[in-house]
């Protein structure tokens, strides 16, 4: 058994351990939470080194073959999915050493945040089906209590709506693995591959693969299943907002690209062209959405909405062009969101308020801010030379190969709208002058501070430039993901072979 | 057998739909505790209802004599339970919580989040959803 597998489920939990051990002892949890995730990191990126050189690595656990026991397997997309966690988390974890009041970590914030991880990791990597089911719930509640930690009004109020809807995709996600276990018999995913083909009412498992959809659907908050998303998301400190935006709904776009291309690859002209209608939809009720809003972190609540898209368009073009997209973009996705949340923090505490008209002069309180914002905001709309030109590109090129000429115009339109969100958070904080006539300015933070806040912002954006300016590598990576997720005949003898 | 279940568990989504559609949070939480009990019932059905031997092995053999009731359901309903009973638990925690702090379980009423824009001036429809 590889230990690769398992210790980036096992370390985030250790962590949590001792950080809500020592929760009350001032400053220590802090440091701990970020040297764990920094461990996270180092482990991961072995992890991926592995994957990379010998190909999908599959782990038994608890000695039990596949496909009885509970196997743990890692493709590149997994690998790289929990590389990416860890890069959230260690940056998030620098952010919150300031962010976090003293109040929260008392209350655990450090130790929630570590099994935040830790239930993101395992759904990452995870080969049963149950299995994920139950990462998904170690990852839900994790979020319920980060969410609804410190009790403000406009947090409950959050908590409720993300909590409730959160709840009903659970249920659908076990009713839809308790029918799909009563028509194949098995929860493996790799055994599931080829015992849906037994499946004789195709019909019957269309409808399990929709109600899986609507289950992850929910998750990664797609249209029209988004609601409880900017309903919630902008209630908790930013310290929590980033690491929600990078990371949740993303779990649930990778449970679907794996179950999509894994399992439910029988009736692909219906359910991904189901999923091609809803991509479209979800860019365009999202970029709509933010450029009705005026508080910051609501415009960037909408835009995961719309971004999320693009990835799910990807899955539903269903072409290896397509799917390298996809990859490409949940990863410089990740990086983007995380980094535009913790701009929004800093801007914040320069000018007192995330509402664009009580807020301004950040460009002339610091051009540095300003650049650092410039960076993931442009890339997210797209802008040559950064990473989510590069993204979008892939996606639109791969939908003209196939002649889908009306979601590569969706695509580009809503890029163009995103233009338009980003151009408005930019004039009104950081180009108009102050309403109250203050005069913020980054000295007005103390060295630590700064240092605190600054450096996971720029060492995220300097991640966007580096996939940028030097995309081959990181297409190559993607290509290698999306012939696994095309021919998944690797992954399947990697955890039955692993069996004998 | 798995006709009468089939019909328990349909009755069980009705009623709990309705529950949930009410504004009323409580009523929600308990619309919640009647799906996912009518999710554990789905996956008992889709193991097979049928009259078998309990899935022991006897002393000195390593599989049993006979046919035997599939126990993998009962393993994953009893997870599934266990972990719908601590996210329940949490769900009715956090409505309690709402309802001391926000003073209100009418969730047409929960506006901290999303306020309603000021009324700039009285326009036809009243669009409450923005």
Redesign the interface.
């Known amino acids: 058994m590889s230990w690769y597998l398992f210790l980036p489920i096992a370390l985030p939990f250790v962590t949590a351990v001792i950080c809500f051990l020592i929760r009350r002892c001032g400053s220590a949890g802090r440091w701990i939470s970020v040297a764990g995730s920094a461990l996270l990191l180092a482990i991961s990126v072995a992890l991926m080194g592995q994957v990379w050189s010998q190909g999908v690595v599959a782990g038994q656990m608890g000695g039990w073959d596949a496909p009885f026991g509970i196997t743990l397997v890692a493709d590149l997309l997994s690998a790289v999915m929990v590389v990416i966690t860890a890069i959230t988390g260690l940056a998030v974890s620098v952010y919150a050493l300031i962010d976090i009041d003293s109040r929260r970590e008392k209350l655990g914030y450090h130790a929630l945040f570590q099994v935040l991880l830790a239930g993101v990791c395992g759904a990452f990597l995870t080969g049963d089906l149950f299995n994920m089911y139950v990462w998904f719930e170690v990852m839900l509640i994790a979020s319920f209590g980060l969410l609804a930690l410190g009790a403000e009004r406009a947090q409950i109020d959050g908590a409720v709506k993300y909590v409730a809807l959160n709840l009903v995709s659970t249920v659908i996600f076990l009713s839809a693995i308790g029918l799909l276990y009563g028509m194949t018999g098995t929860l493996n995913l790799a055994d599931l591959h080829h015992a849906v083909d037994g499946v004789e009412n195709k019909g019957l498992l269309t409808v399990v693969a929709v109600l899986f959809m609507v289950a992850f659907g929910i998750k990664a908050a797609v249209f029209p299943l988004f609601f409880w998303l900017p309903a919630s998301y902008h209630t908790p400190p930013v310290a929590i907002s980033a690491v929600f935006a990078g990371l949740l709904t993303k779990v649930g776009v990778y449970a679907m690209m794996r179950m999509f291309t894994l399992v439910f690859t029988h009736d692909v002209a219906y359910t991904h062209g189901l999923l091609l209608v809803v991509a479209g939809l979800t860019m365009v009720t999202g970029v709509l959405g933010a450029a009705a809003q005026s508080d910051i972190r609501k415009i960037l609540s909408f835009h995961i909405v719309s971004q999320i898209g693009y990835m799910i368009m990807g899955l539903a073009l269903y072409t290896p062009l397509a799917l390298v997209g996809a990859v490409f973009y949940l990863v410089h996705h990740i990086v983007v969101k995380a980094n535009l949340f913790l701009v929004a923090g800093v801007a914040k505490r320069l000018t007192g308020s995330f509402e664009l008209s009580d807020i301004g002069g950040l460009y002339r309180a610091s051009p540095l801010l300003a650049v650092l914002f410039l960076i993931p905001a442009f890339s997210l709309a797209g802008f040559p030379p950064l990473s989510g030109f590069w993204a979008k590109f892939l996606l639109i090129k791969a939908s003209l190969d196939i002649g889908s000429y009306a979601i590569a115009a969706t695509a580009l339109v809503v890029g163009l709208l995103t233009v338009y969100s980003m151009t408005k958070i930019w004039t009104e904080a950081f180009w108009k002058p102050h309403p109250d006539g203050a005069e913020p300015a980054l000295s007005m933070l103390d060295g630590r501070t700064r240092a605190a806040l600054l450096l996971p912002i720029a060492a995220l954006a300097a991640m966007t430039i580096t996939i940028g300016f030097f995309p081959e590598p990181f297409v190559a990576f993607a290509e290698r993901a999306a012939v696994q997720l095309m021919e998944p005949d690797e992954y399947i003898r990697a955890v039955t072979g692993a069996a004998s | 057998m798995e006709v009468v279940l089939a019909l328990l568990v349909g009755i069980l989504v009705a009623a709990s739909v309705y529950l949930?559609l009410g504004r009323n949070?409580l009523r929600?939480v308990f619309g919640?505790v009647l799906?996912?009990n009518?999710?554990?019932l789905?996956?008992f059905?889709?193991?097979?209802l049928v009259r078998a031997n309990p899935p022991l092995v006897p002393d000195g053999l390593s599989a049993p004599p006979e046919i035997v009731a599939n126990a993998?359901?009962q393993a994953?309903i009893l997870?599934?339970i266990v972990?719908g009973f601590?996210?329940?638990a949490?769900?009715l925690a956090?409505?309690l919580?709402?309802y001391r702090?926000?003073g209100t379980l009418n969730?047409d009423d929960?506006?901290?989040?999303?306020p309603l824009p000021e009324p700039a001036e009285p326009t036809a429809g009243g669009d409450r959803t923005?």
């Open positions: 949930m949070l929600f919640l799906l996912s009518a999710a554990n789905t996956i059905a889709s193991g097979r993998l359901p994953l997870t599934a972990i601590g996210l329940l949490f769900a956090l409505m919580r709402a702090t926000l969730s929960m506006r901290d989040a999303e923005s």
